[in-house]
T-cell receptor, first 119, second 116 residues
Framework: AQSVAQPEDQVNVAEGNPLTVKCTYS??????LFWYVQYPNRGLQFLLK??????LVKGSYGFEAEFNKSQTSFHLKKPSALVSDSALYFC?????????????????FGKGTKLSVKP | ETGVTQTPRHLVMGMTNKKSLKCEQH?????MYWYKQSAKKPLELMFV???????ENNSVPSRFSPECPNSSHLFLHLHTLQPEDSALYLC???????????????FGPGTRLTVT
């Protein structure tokens, strides 16, 4: 079965410092990996995805994530955090070997990590 | 904005009421989803539609009834809900099929539902 874990409920960072939000996954085949962000009173917003190719993926708002197959991780990073980055971040995974249809074919989301960036 | 709208944004209903949530996407997608987001719980997938056909019902109680009249519109009909059904209900869309894996989903802002 596929699963995704976000080990930190909350991450606190000072503005201007680098940030990392952690994500690890478990699939039987090769993963498709996604990061979403949710601002207060809003729906989830797509940030970036890894499908294949370069392990370093760049996304919206200066975010990037690195796919590490040996560590089964897909950590979200940003070199310099902004106060406006404060939000809830979700990692999601799907195993590309899963058959079409059924619950195996859809995204599995982590429980989310709250990022707080202080001035 | 993501191109997915939801109405109403807030809804308070009694346990004996019947109400409907509406979702509309303007992205030309053919897959649509309903999710339930409760405090301190992972996002729960409820229903999936591909090309207007329901392809997944994730063990959702029958007091929730989805309807997808066309690829742009999705409804969630509610009746005789329980207080534990209070949550943020999110609609999303993507390129079909939903299970292709490569396609990111685009979410609406959600409907905050309170059942009294």
């Amino acid at each position: 079965a596929q699963s995704v874990a976000q080990p930190e409920d909350q991450v606190n960072v000072a503005e201007g410092n680098p940030l990392t939000v952690k994500c690890t996954y478990s699939v039987s085949g090769n993963p498709y990996l996604f990061w979403y962000v949710q601002y207060p009173n809003r729906g989830l917003q797509f940030l970036l995805k890894y499908i294949t190719g370069d392990n370093l993926v760049k996304g919206s708002y200066g975010f990037e994530a690195e796919f590490n197959k040996s560590q089964t991780s897909f950590h979200l990073k940003k070199p310099s955090a902004l106060v406006s980055d404060s939000a809830l971040y979700f990692c999601a995974v799907r195993d590309h070997l899963m058959n079409y249809g059924g619950s195996q074919g859809n995204l599995i989301f982590g429980k989310g990590t709250k990022l707080s960036v202080k001035p | 904005e993501t191109g997915v709208t939801q109405t109403p944004r807030h809804l308070v209903m009694g346990m004996t009421n019947k109400k409907s949530l509406k979702c509309e996407q303007h992205l030309g997608h053919n897959a649509m989803y309903w999710y339930k987001q409760s405090a301190k719980k992972p996002l729960e997938l409820m229903f999936v539609y591909n090309f207007k056909e329901q392809t997944e019902n994730n063990s959702v109680p029958s007091r929730f009834s989805p309807e997808c009249p066309n690829s742009s519109h999705l409804f969630l009909h509610l009746h005789t809900l329980q207080p534990e059904d209070s949550a943020l209900y999110l609609c999303a869309s993507s390129q079909a099929p939903s299970t292709s894996g490569r396609n990111e989903q685009y979410f609406g802002p959600g409907t905050r539902l309170t059942v009294t």
